[in-house]
């Protein structure tokens, strides 16, 4: 039963999300007649969902109607380190949207997005540059979580240039590329995208080139390491075959390709990666996959499978060699 009305949960903290409650809790607690003020809500509903929330930790109510943050509800402060605000309410107005169409996905195994939203994800996000940059800010929370323990599990080299592909604002290649100083890179995503990049303000300019263009064309070549992270997951088989089929094209004998994806593990155990599977088939058609589907793929699309590395978060590493590259 409680696990039927988690989406109550779910919903109301996508609102507290949206509402940035968690910044106007920053410097302490308020009185729930405050927060209405200051959100235009209403007052009596307003303090039922902070109750709510208050129940799974995500607020604390210190005195009558007068709620704080807990260390959970820390993170959904803009300016926390480790913030997943813009993920969250994100979340509330695109992927609880789609999930209304869920069942059409069921039925066909087609991405339900469209059906919500009248044209594909990425023409969405073209088409409506502050949902685009709010994405983008929430791949950034993601991989502000993740990059440090895939930088660690990686022994990537201390020398050679990194293409990032689908890389997005280039989070984790300017973690990839601070952790290896010797090391150049290349940003690699849709025009409007690469535009958007942190990679001046990280101060990487003169290491790392911006490149404008699509992952089902004709990528940057004659990178040593190519880095594809939580890019397959948006895209059925026959999709995943042409992209990995280009980045074979554009490598060179020797390079590497490395896959960071929630790599399903086998059995019942609850794990992140079934969630979001389920998530990517409702809303783009997409999947995650185990460790023997990615691997099926590699070697049909011409790869050799290298190993496969759990890192200290959601993601595992997924290396490939061209077979001429195998030791
Ligand atoms: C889920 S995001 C992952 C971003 C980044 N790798 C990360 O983990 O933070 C998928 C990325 O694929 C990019 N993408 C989608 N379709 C693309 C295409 N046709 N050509 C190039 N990039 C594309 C998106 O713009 C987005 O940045």
């Known amino acids: ?20 409650i968690a910044d106007l809790l920053a410097e302490g607690p308020q009185p729930t007649k405050e927060l209405a ?12 969902m902070l109750r709510a929330l208050a129940g799974c930790g995500v607020f604390t109510e210190v005195a009558q109607g007068c709620f704080g943050l807990t260390a ?6 803009s300016d926390h380190p480790r913030s997943v605000r813009t993920t969250i309410a994100q979340s509330g107005r695109i992927t ?10 069921l039925r066909t195994g087609d991405g339900a997005f469209a ?25 950034q929370e993601h991989s502000r979580v993740e990059r440090g323990a895939i ?16 890389g997005g604002d280039g989070t984790l290649l300017a973690a990839v590329l601070r952790a290896r100083p010797g090391t150049t890179g290349v940003l690699f995503d849709l025009p409007h995208v690469v535009e958007r990049n942190c990679i001046e303000e990280e101060g990487l300019t003169e290491r790392c080139e911006i490149t404008g263009g699509d992952i089902f064309g004709e990528l940057p070549a004659g990178g040593d390491l190519y880095l594809m992270k939580s890019v397959l997951h948006g895209w059925n088989d026959s999709d995943v075959l042409t992209i990995l089929r280009g980045c074979r094209r ?29 998530a990517m088939h409702v809303m783009a058609g997409g999947q995650e ?21 759990p890192t200290g978060s959601v993601q595992s590493i997924v290396e490939a060699l061209l077979p001429s590259s195998q030791t």
Do not use: C
């Open 72 to 77: 959970v509800g820390e993170r959904l402060r």
């Open 250 to 278: 554009a490598m060179n004998p020797g390079s590497r390709l490395l896959l960071v994806e929630r790599v399903i593990p086998p059995g019942d155990a609850a794990h992140t990666s079934k969630a979001f599977d389920f």
């Open 151 to 166: 930088v660690e599990a990686y022994d990537f080299p201390d020398t050679g240039r990194i293409v990032d592909v689908g």
């Open 96 to 105: 609880a949207r789609t999930f209304q169409h869920a069942d059409h996905a």
């Open 37 to 48: 003020r200051l959100t235009s809500t209403d007052p009596g509903t307003l303090h039922s």
């Open 289 to 309: 996959r185990t460790g023997d589907e990615y691997a099926r793929l590699l070697v049909e699309a011409g790869f050799a499978v290298g190993r496969f590395i």
């Open 115 to 139: 059906t919500a939203f009248g044209q594909p994800f990425w023409e969405f996000l073209r088409d409506h540059p502050e949902e685009g940059a709010a994405f983008d800010t929430a791949m």
């Open 1 to 20: 039963m409680a696990l039927g009305d988690g989406f109550i949960y779910a919903r109301a903290l996508h609102l507290a999300a949206e509402l940035s």
